[in-house]
């Protein structure tokens, strides 16, 4: 896929656990930590406001898109 989650890294640089943000954001820690490992195909936008708001963050800090080499 082309898009590349870097939810580990924002997390990293704001010193948050999965835990503690889980429990700002008001999502199970098993999802969230799907979001983090890059493990889902969409994301609800209700979902990426909320950790938005939490890390302080665009969802840019997020998200990345990198072109797919195609053979």
């Not at 939810?7 to 969230?32: F, H, T």
């Not at 938005?52 to 080499?69: A, H, M, S, T």
Request: with cysteine; net charge positive; glycine share 4%.
């Amino acid at each position: 896929m082309a898009i590349i989650l870097r939810l580990d890294r924002m997390m990293a640089d704001r010193k948050i656990s999965l835990n503690q943000l889980s429990e700002k954001v008001g999502i199970a820690n098993v999802n969230l930590s799907n979001i983090k490992t890059g493990k889902i195909s969409a994301i609800r936008f209700s979902t990426l406001d909320k950790i938005c708001e939490v890390l302080e963050c665009q969802p840019g800090d997020i998200l990345e898109y990198k072109r797919e080499v195609k053979k």
